[in-house]
T-cell receptor
Framework: DVKVTQSSRYLVKRTGEKVFLECVQD?????MFWYRQDPGLGLRLIYF???????EKGDIPEGYSVSREKKERFSLILESASTNQTSMYLC?????????FGPGTRLTVT | GENVEQHPSTLSVQEGDSAVIKCTYS??????FPWYKQELGKGPQLIID?????GEKKDQRIAVTLNKTAKHFSLHITETQPEDSAVYFC???????????FGTGTSLTVIP
């Protein structure tokens, strides 16, 4: 059974903090993705990675960075959290056409 | 890049009735169109998908149709049940791109 896990379901951070969101998949997929989900805007791609140490910007990369040191793990980093980064963050991995999502991390920045 | 539009944003139906959600896309190179269901507090789950070489696909009470000429595709749910209540997203992807482009979602409520 396909499994994508995210390190936290809920997270509260203060403005200016450095925030790490972790994602792990157990399917040996090469492609992994980070999205943010906001009401009325759907899912917007922040970054994706198609191999270890490889990354590409998505539609809204500003204020974020990523790290992929191992195939199964893809981390999203908020260098200096701001209130406009309060959102639901979804990780996904993909093989061929099918994309599988984790349960999401609801991040609140105060 | 690709632009996917989804309608309606909210939909309420009586239990047992059908529900239809429609999406349009802009890039004629898109060739894969998945539909996701997101229940409260969970990540989106793939429920059905269609590729551009097929016009219709059905899986029990769920079906998807694709009109490549008009660049639109639709999700049809028949005999709706309360557990069908969720947010549904459509998406499109080209065969050369890594990126999926998502619609803005439809919140479906099935009234018992």
């Amino acid at each position: 059974d396909v499994k994508v896990t995210q390190s936290s379901r809920y997270l509260v951070k203060r403005t200016g903090e450095k925030v790490f969101l972790e994602c792990v998949q157990d399917m040996d997929h090469e492609n992994m993705f980070w999205y943010r989900q906001d009401p009325g805007l759907g899912l917007r791609l922040i970054y994706f990675s198609y191999d270890v140490k490889m990354k590409e910007k998505g539609d809204i990369p500003e204020g974020y960075s990523v790290s992929r040191e191992k195939k199964e793990r893809f981390s999203l980093i908020l260098e200096s959290a701001s209130t406009n980064q309060t959102s639901m963050y979804l990780c996904a991995s993909r093989v061929e056409y099918e994309q599988y999502f984790g349960p999401g991390t609801r991040l609140t920045v105060t | 890049g690709e632009n996917v539009e989804q309608h309606p944003s909210t939909l309420s139906v009586q239990e047992g009735d059908s529900a239809v959600i429609k999406c349009t896309y802009s890039d004629s190179a898109s060739n894969y169109f998945p539909w996701y269901k997101q229940e409260l507090g969970k990540g989106p789950q793939l429920i059905i998908d269609i590729r551009s070489n097929v016009g219709e696909k059905k899986d029990q009470r769920i079906a998807v149709t694709l009109n490549k000429t008009a660049k639109h595709f639709s999700l049809h749910i028949t005999e709706t049940q309360p557990e069908d209540s969720a947010v549904y997203f459509c998406a499109a992807r080209t065969n050369t791109g890594n990126q999926f482009y998502f619609g803005t979602g439809t919140s479906l409520t099935v009234i018992p």
